[in-house]
């Protein structure tokens, strides 16, 4: 399947058509200011503002679509990725999409420990990943290979326990299923071809990347303005966790001045009880729709 693509200089990118990913990363590509429409009917879909044409296909074909150079960048499980065993390179983890890879088997069973699963029938849909666990142990398994509902299979009598995605645990509580083991952990990863890129799509990468940090970066932060006497300047100053030092302002009342900074948002509630402690009124957070630094 390879192929020069530098006859363009149109960045691909393959996120996944339908399924746990696609809205997430829609989201995050329009939050970075490319505009599109129709993706839901169309494989291809061409953006209006930036250099960039979307296809859309299942998230197991994206590594190999990346990894031959069809398209120079995917967003897709890390699952899928180290299933395939692809040669890509992971540009960013994005953290969503969040979920492991797990060994699970019958509540009662007494399948617990990696050695237990010596001889036992594990039915996955990740037969890679789960013969590489055991066989790095000198544990020897067979698999099962399945393509879905891997978590009836051993109500069935087909498999003695299984290997398949975990995020809230439901599932496997449903069927009557004890998680054991963790295979791998993975999120949603930007990945990159691995294929010779023109120039000009280099350029473009970096352009991509620089407006995704931002916009991540974004999230994570909160812009908070507050009020306080100008003689707890000082201490307040200490305890913002600021990622660039605060703006003071002076107000009508020349005793208060008015402090505005950026912060991380897992750090504002713990702060905000302090920065009262410290004298500090009308503290407004808000969020931040993109930040370059
Ligand atoms: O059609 P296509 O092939 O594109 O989609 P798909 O059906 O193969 O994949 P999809 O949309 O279900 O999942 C896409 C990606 O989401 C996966 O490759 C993972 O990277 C990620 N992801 C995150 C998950 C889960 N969480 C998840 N919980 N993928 C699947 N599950 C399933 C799991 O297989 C099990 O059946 O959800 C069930 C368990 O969920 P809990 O919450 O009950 O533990
Ligand atoms: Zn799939």
Redesign the pocket.
Known sequence: MNRSLDHTTSLRIAI??????TDKTIDLLHGIGIEFDNYKRNLMVKTRNFDVELLLL???DIPEYVQDGICDLGFV?A??VYEKDSKVTVLRGLNY???RLAVASPNASGLETPEDFEGKRIATSYPFLTQKFFQDRGIQVSLVEISGAV?ITPQLEVADAIS?????????KANGLSERFTIIE?ETKLIQTEQPLSEGKQRLIEKFLQRIDGYRTAKESRYILMNAPKNSVEQIKELLPSMKSPTIMPLANEEMVAIHTVIPYNQFWDVMEQLQEAGASDIVMLPIESMIA
């Open positions: 996944q058509k339908s399924g746990r990913l299942r998230d197991d499980g699952n899928e999409g969040n979920c978590e398949d995605l975990v995020s809230t645990g439901g599932t496997l993975s």
